[in-house]
């Protein structure tokens, strides 16, 4: 039973990365299709995020009132159903209208996943569950650029997706029996969920909200501007310098597959100090003026180094909070790291447009050296 839930919980998390990326695999046909301006891509996007925080910070009430498995469920079910949608859509409101649901299933099973990790599986599980994440992020462009290439149109691409996640949504329709909860948890469930304002209070959440909100900007900002920073900087052509972009994505997930072995002989508090050591090393890469080379090391190494620190972040959640007061907290940090998310690369983007794209190393830098100081204090603050 625990190997074969395990396997349902890695499926769900790379049906979870699936349609993270296919917007901007997709958006270069659909916007022409569809007569609207390139930049409209930004508003799909933050209304899927506003979705996705929404969510995330009502994760605790949907799963106090019903399993993480039925959760789960109907999360994978609401993306198929935006997906599906996507794919039959022909004007911009309509795809306004489905990024909701898009991102509120999102969000959902991101943070109930999460959390039942975190409570039911060791820290290895964790780094694998968001390599997992990883795999169905660089599947779902590929799927599209499938599509795309045998003149099937971007709307097969989203129907391929769909279909696998309604496949999954059977999956777990007829694992429901699997996901259980033990005594101690049905008792938790029966006390009150905390609101926002009695999560922010408990000593180290605000810490560990600037924390996360931090390393997503960490990690989003490289994903997004990585290409922009080696073309304008390096010198690469665009085409190159949207191959050599990669090497972050490259670096977090084989850094996770990595960081599920190391986790046996680590704690979760070494993992993620080694973590933000690893990121210093690759924005001194970056910093150096060693060119192009070093450029690209530095960016693998960043992702090398962003690999450990989410997953560990989540999974000592109940540790440092108590369990009864974990998918409270994880639901707040999902919400804060998707706050980042919309607001910390936009941002650079305002000073790279004012200054210089140059200045990436050391806006990764800055926000380093802010998630370093915050996770600290809630080391202190938990006493771990």
């Given amino acids: 039973m625990y190997s074969l839930l395990l396997a349902v919980i890695y499926l769900s998390f790379i049906s979870l990365g699936l349609p993270d990326s296919l917007l901007g695999a997709a958006w270069p046909s659909i916007y022409g299709e569809i007569g609207v301006p390139l930049s409209y891509a930004g508003i799909l996007s933050a209304i ?45 409101w309509q795809l306004c ?18 959390n039942y990790v975190a409570l039911h599986y060791s820290s290895r599980h964790m780094s694998w569950l968001h390599c997992m994440w990883g795999l169905g992020a660089s599947s779902g462009p590929l799927l599209m650029g499938m599509a795309l290439a045998r003149q099937l149109g971007w709307q097969s691409g989203y129907r391929m997706v769909g279909t ?63 290409g922009s920073y080696l073309n304008l900087a390096h010198g690469l052509s665009s085409d190159a310098a949207a191959s050599f972009a990669g090497l972050f994505c490259m670096g977090i997930t084989l850094g996770r597959a990595l960081s599920g072995f190391m986790t046996m002989r680590l704690s979760d508090k070494q993992m993620i100090r080694l973590g933000q050591a690893i990121i210093l090393l690759g924005v001194i890469l970056l910093l150096l003026p060693l060119g192009q080379y070093a450029a690209f090391a530095g960016l693998l190494t960043v992702g ?48 790279a447009r004012s200054l210089s794209v140059k200045l990436l190393p050391w806006w990764l830098l800055l926000l380093l050296l802010v998630m370093t100081l915050s996770h600290e204090q809630v080391l202190k603050q938990c006493k771990a």
């Fill in 48 to 92: 899927i995020a506003a979705g996705t925080v929404l969510s995330s910070l009502n994760s605790e009430r949907l799963n106090r009132r019903l399993s993480t498995g039925v959760v789960t469920l109907l999360s994978v079910a609401a993306t198929a159903a935006a997906l599906f949608g996507f794919s039959h859509s022909g004007a911009f």
């Fill in 164 to 226: 696998l996640q309604l496949i999954l949504t059977a999956i777990l329709l007829l694992s429901l029996h699997l996901w259980k909860k033990p005594a101690a948890e049905e008792r938790r469930d029966r006390a009150a969920a905390l609101s926002i304002g009695q999560v922010g209070n408990i000593p180290g959440a605000k810490e560990i909200m600037l924390s996360f909100f931090c390393y997503s900007g960490v990690e989003q900002t490289a994903i997004l501007w990585a």
């Fill in 304 to 351: 090398l180094g962003c690999a450990p620190i989410y997953p560990c972040i989540i999974h000592s959640t109940p540790e440092h909070f108590g369990a009864q007061r974990s998918q409270a907290l994880i639901g707040v940090q999902m919400a804060s790291a998707y706050v980042g998310t919309c607001l910390l690369p936009p941002l650079f983007g305002f000073l």
């Fill in 97 to 114: 209208l489905l990024a909701l649901p898009y991102g509120l299933g999102a969000g959902s099973v991101d943070a109930a996943l999460n």
